[in-house]
């Protein structure tokens, strides 16, 4: 089984609508990626750093858990060789590039919002600190974040 860094599973209602988009966005990376399942409210449904080298039984197990309708994955370091190995695995859904442009200073804000530091810790601005662990899965996050964003003011726009 693949090494999981760190999982956070949200439960959502039970009462979701039918019809909700929901995705698996992808923070592709050299050593390690981040996922995370979001739906269109932008629930996250699922989150988690894996090594890139079990990325795909990791993508497998995500996709028949949670039946997105398509891989989000960022345009950063990695990108072009993980879409070539997914294309060419069993998986057969859809994949979108987004462009990845500051999602990891938006992951590392996130991630302090939601982990902040204790202890002589918060006397430190966190602009100036390192998160203690792997923060891929908030980058994977804010990716699906833009999605939807973007599917948003498209809609509105039309």
Known sequence: MAEV???KVSEGPHTMKEAEEVILSLD????KCGLAVVSETLLVKARRVVQTSAILD????????YGPRKILIGSGTFSKKLRSLIKGSAITLPLEVIDEKHSTEEARRKYFRENPPRGLWRLIPTTLQVPP??????AAIVLAEKYFGEV?????SA
């Not at 592709?28 to 050593?31: A, I, L, V």
């Not at 990791?58 to 858990?65: F, P, R, T």
């Open 58 to 65: 990791e993508l497998e197990a995500l996709i028949k858990k």
């Open 5 to 7: 860094f760190n999982e």
């Open 152 to 156: 948003k003011r498209n809609e509105n």
């Open 133 to 138: 662990k792997a923060y891929d899965d908030y």
């Open 28 to 31: 592709p990376g050299k050593e």
